[in-house]
T-cell receptor, first 116, second 112 residues
Framework: DAGITQSPRHKVTETGTPVTLRCHQT?????MYWYRQDPGHGLRLIHY???????DKGEVSDGYSVSRSKTEDFLLTLESATSSQTSVYFC???????????????FGPGTRLTVL | GNSVTQMEGPVTLSEEAFLTINCTYT??????LFWYVQYPGEGLQLLLKATKADDKGSNKGFEATYRKETTSFHLEKGSVQVSDSAVYFCALSGNTGNQFYFGTGTSLTVIP
């Protein structure tokens, strides 16, 4: 599982409240990603990071922000949650450099978020 | 731009049947191609990959061949088992490798 954990694993919140999801990795990978998974859409990239304090937007970044103050943690924040952000959120890392696993992504177990 | 299109499900097969899940892609340059599998309540797991044209990825009896001429990466298995029931995602990684693009997923149910 490439040492990826996500917290919390489940969360129910109300519209308008801020929510922060945490992704933690233990293997010092440079690239980290946040996706959301919704029926009929597969996985869609929200934001990704290519190093400490280096982040970029994905295709569905509106309403989300991220931070990466240290290599092992990548935080996803919903500043003011909406019902349309009810989803399952997955964190992933990408293996860079040489080797058999080059360019593979490994995923965390997911966080199920419900916004009422 | 980059995109992946895979056949819609759900797919229901009897045990020991032959499986094909179609995947086609649009990409600039020379992408890497992947199949991921997701079991209920879990994250995605890499099933197999191919990094250049004519490469064949294989794992656990599943195979897929990178066909540049038809821009396809179809997943096949000769004899499915009940334990293969899952959602399968085709994906590509673009030239820079920074971003991945996923298909919408195909749900497979194998019945005894």
């Amino acid at each position: 599982d490439a040492g990826i954990t996500q917290s919390p694993r489940h969360k129910v919140t109300e519209t308008g409240t801020p929510v922060t999801l945490r992704c933690h990795q233990t293997e010092n990978h440079r690239y980290m990603y946040w996706y959301r998974q919704d029926p009929g859409h597969g996985l869609r990239l929200i934001h990704y990071s290519y190093g400490v304090k280096d982040t970029d937007k994905g295709e569905v970044s509106d309403g989300y922000s991220v931070s990466r103050s240290k290599t092992e943690d990548f935080l996803l924040t919903l500043e003011s949650a909406t019902s349309s952000q009810t989803s399952v959120y997955f964190c992933a890392i990408r293996v860079a450099g040489q080797g058999d696993s080059y360019n593979e992504q490994f995923f965390g177990p997911g966080t199920r978020l419900t916004v009422l | 731009g980059n995109s992946v299109t895979q056949m819609e499900g759900p797919v229901t097969l009897s045990e020991e049947a032959f499986l094909t899940i179609n995947c086609t892609y649009t990409a600039t340059g020379y992408p890497s191609l992947f199949w991921y599998v997701q079991y209920p309540g879990e994250g995605l797991q890499l099933l197999l990959k191919a990094t250049k044209a004519d490469d064949k990825g294989s794992n656990k009896g599943f195979e897929a061949t990178y066909r540049k001429e038809t821009t396809s990466f179809h997943l096949e298995k000769g004899s499915v088992q009940v334990s293969d029931s899952a959602v399968y995602f085709c994906a590509l990684s673009g030239n820079t490798g920074n971003q991945f693009y996923f298909g919408t997923g195909t749900s497979l149910t194998v019945i005894p």
